[in-house]
């Protein structure tokens, strides 16, 4: 990106929404309350079913804002393709209709790509809505191959907290995957296989917010969550860039395979403990053994047998 007065510099805002009314005006505002002005906001609704059209109607009077809204439900990976391809700003903010941000947010991200003319992704920390916990962020400015790395050990970036380079949307595949939750992770880890720099900043500028219908606390009691994140880790395991990383991936996957096997174990469905357990040894080898995760499956393995004993 080309050094320039900052005030020239468009951000393009994107806002995700479906069925969630009860949040949105937060986000929106946020968005309206941001010190740097120079931004377009496109909210797409994803066939919301409660009354978000009635709630965004009242913003449309301002020219920067723009509404679209899907005849169908087409899911999270095309809404958020949808929402990269939106308009002209050289950098694109992403930001979940359930979560908003502080008013300094925009600045800082364009003064990130300011400084750094080669940026192509910069992400934030956050703070969970009505905690005082934070994410795990730190301060950083690396290639993408590096960042890669953290993103596998820690989950690091979220799409309300991260801003992308148009160019590096055009040169990364899209979102579209099979996923239902892990979409976030499937498309950060492949923008991080294209990124030329990558900056983040521990300074909590998103607020993430955790509720029943969020698909991620859905996803992570159900499980499915960690089936997706090991066919992500398996297929980007396959890059010849990252050949490095591959006990790392492994050890991940060993890691996915336990949790899983927890998860499953103690919504009742005991059947599969053995098949987890012996596919993270497949994976992780005996590092497996130092990984908590293994003996509460053991436990909770034990506990189901002596309750169906009695």
């Known amino acids: 990106m080309q050094k320039n007065n900052n005030k020239h510099i ?9 069925n969630n009314s009860e949040f949105i005006t937060e ?21 919301s079913k409660d009354n978000t ?7 449309l009077d301002d020219p920067r804002i723009n509404y679209i809204s899907h005849d169908v439900n087409k899911g999270q990976d095309a809404t958020w393709e949808h929402v990269l391809s939106l308009g002209e700003g050289s950098i694109i903010g992403t930001l979940h209709a359930d979560d908003y941000w502080n008013k300094n ?32 962020v730190v301060n950083k400015l690396d290639s993408g191959l590096d960042f890669l790395e953290d993103q596998i050990k820690f989950y690091t970036i979220l799409p309300s907290a991260s801003f992308l380079s148009r160019d590096v949307v055009k040169k990364s595949p899209s979102p579209i995957c099979d996923y239902r939750a892990a979409v976030d992770t499937y498309y950060f880890y492949r923008v991080l296989l294209h990124a030329n720099k990558v900056k983040s900043s521990n300074d909590a500028l998103m607020h993430y917010r955790m509720h029943d219908n969020n698909e991620t606390t859905i996803s992570r009691s159900a499980g499915y969550v960690f089936e997706e994140c090991i066919d992500n880790l398996r297929n980007i395991q396959k890059e010849r860039k990252i050949s490095n990383l591959s006990n790392l991936i492994n050890r991940r996957i060993a890691y996915f395979f ?5 998860q499953r174990i103690k919504f009742g469905d005991p059947k599969n403990t053995w098949s987890y357990a012996i596919s993270a040894l497949k994976s992780g080898g005996l590092s497996s053994l130092a990984n908590r995760n293994f003996y509460r499956l053991m436990f909770h393995h ?6 169906n004993k009695q």
């Open 10 to 18: 468009k951000v393009t805002v994107g806002i995700m929404s479906y």
């Open 27 to 47: 986000a929106i505002q946020s968005v309206i309350k941001q010190t740097y002005t120079n931004w377009e906001l496109f909210i797409v609704d994803d066939c």
């Open 53 to 59: 059209h009635e709630i965004v109607s009242q913003y």
């Open 105 to 136: 947010m925009l600045q800082v991200a364009v003064n990130s790509f300011i400084e750094n003319t080669d940026l192509d992704l910069f992400f934030t920390n956050w703070t969970f809505i009505g905690t005082t916990d934070t994410g795990p």
């Open 258 to 262: 336990l949790i899983l096997g927890v």
């Open 302 to 307: 034990y506990k189901t047998l002596v309750s």
